[in-house]
């Protein structure tokens, strides 16, 4: 079918793409979409936000769960995985003294393997003998995959001095985001 002309501005029928030699954005309407894979490298492809506001404690020095996890599916195996993390309350009974031993350790899994550690020495001792601080991190993973991830966090006392840390509270929860990257 030839295009007609069929109002001001406004035409019917077909033409194929080889046709079109330029579109002002302005002028297409209707719903699109832009296919993920068409996208250049370093676009954000999905977002997926996790949180946890229930306190958790460990004095030991094996590392436990602190609760806060998120799960992405990658659209494509050559994706990577922004792993953007913050706990902003962590304290720690300080033992004996303002030089006692302050270390809490943290780590980032994918599924049951620890891909990053880091941790947080913690800053400030209040009157009751509880030091308090805040940890966040940011690390940049390369799954390899498009099946269901799952990302979470673990602490222990890296002191192995028996003091009790905690993370996490109902008015400062902490968060985990993950952005999958095109590669």
């Known amino acids: 079918m030839a295009l007609t002309q069929v109002a001001a501005g406004l035409l019917a ?3 194929t793409s080889s046709q079109i030699t330029s579109v002002a954005g302005s002028t297409i309407t209707g719903s699109q979409s832009i296919p993920k894979s068409t996208l250049p490298t370093g676009s954000v492809l999905q977002v997926v936000q996790g949180t946890y506001a229930i306190a958790v404690s460990n004095s030991t020095s094996t590392f436990a769960d602190t609760g806060l996890t998120a799960s992405i599916t990658p659209t494509s195996a050559t994706s990577n995985i922004l792993v953007l993390i913050s706990h902003p309350t962590i304290s720690k009974a300080s033992g004996t003294g303002a030089q006692a031993n302050n270390d809490v350790g943290i ?5 049951a393997t620890s891909i990053s550690r880091f941790g947080r020495s913690l800053l400030f001792q209040g009157s009751l003998g509880v030091l308090y601080g805040a940890s966040s991190h940011c690390h940049l993973d390369s799954p390899a995959t498009t099946s269901s991830t799952t990302y979470k966090t673990q602490f222990k006392n890296e002191d192995n ?20 990257i095109a590669a």
Do not use: K
């Not at 780590?107 to 599924?111: I, T, V, W």
């Not at 008015?171 to 952005?179: K, R, V, Y």
């Open 13 to 15: 029928g077909s033409i």
């Open 107 to 111: 780590q980032l899994l994918r599924g």
């Open 161 to 180: 001095n028996g003091a009790s840390c905690t993370v996490q509270t109902a008015e400062a929860p902490s968060t985990i985001t993950l952005m999958e």
